[in-house]
């Protein structure tokens, strides 16, 4: 009985070894006929589509503020709004200020505008480019806040400035009178602008 189990057993081991059916050859690829594809490249996307540039500054500043003289930061933030002219080299910026003075514990918060003039006719006989030196002039209106009140102020100013790259500008001198409430105050600025594209 032993033996006959035996056999039963080798004997389906073999049917089901030998019963499968064999899995049909892979044939070989027909020759593929290669066509070349002229496709355009796709336009490099502009890293800013629209053409503005936004312009962010720090500046340090003296202040002189009811006969004392104190240290404190200019801070502005600009988008060129409008460029007009042949060469399209005038410039209008819509700009945000920022006076902050903590000794004498004044500061001024404004928007307003800046104008950059081309000065190309000017410079083209010197070894600098209107495209590196520059001049503005610049106003605003805002919130003044002083030790003794908070009210409206505004500011007037102008200055120099000096693009040292592409992205990076030196404004070498700026000269600002704001009007705080019913006091006056001057300030002269020196710092760096980064300008985003």
Not at 28 to 35: E, G, L, Q, R, Y
Not at 44 to 56: Q, Y
Request: proline share 5%; aromatic share 10%; charged share 10%.
């Amino acid at each position: 009985m032993k033996s006959f189990c035996l056999i039963i057993g080798l004997l389906l081991l073999t049917a089901l070894c030998f019963g499968q059916t064999p899995s049909p050859a892979i044939a070989a690829p027909a020759a593929v006929t290669m066509v070349p594809v002229t496709t355009q490249p796709a336009a490099a996307m502009p890293v800013n589509p629209s053409g503005l540039s936004f312009t962010g500054s720090s500046e340090v500043t003296a202040f002189r503020y009811s006969g004392a003289t104190s240290v404190g930061t200019k801070i502005t933030q600009s988008l060129d709004f409008v460029d007009w002219g042949t060469a399209k080299a005038n410039h209008f910026s819509v700009v945000g200020y920022e006076f902050l003075a903590p000794t004498p514990g004044i500061s001024f918060y404004g928007g307003g505008g800046r104008v950059d003039p081309d000065l190309s006719k000017l410079l083209n006989k010197t070894n600098v480019t209107s495209g590196q030196l520059g001049v503005f002039a610049e106003g605003a209106v805002g919130i003044a806040v002083t030790q003794k009140a908070t009210g409206v102020g505004y500011m007037l100013g102008g200055g120099i400035k000096y693009q040292i790259t592409s992205s990076l500008g030196w404004n070498s001198l700026s000269v600002n009178y704001l009007r705080l409430g019913n006091v006056n105050a001057v300030s002269m600025s020196t710092g760096l602008s980064y300008i985003f594209k």
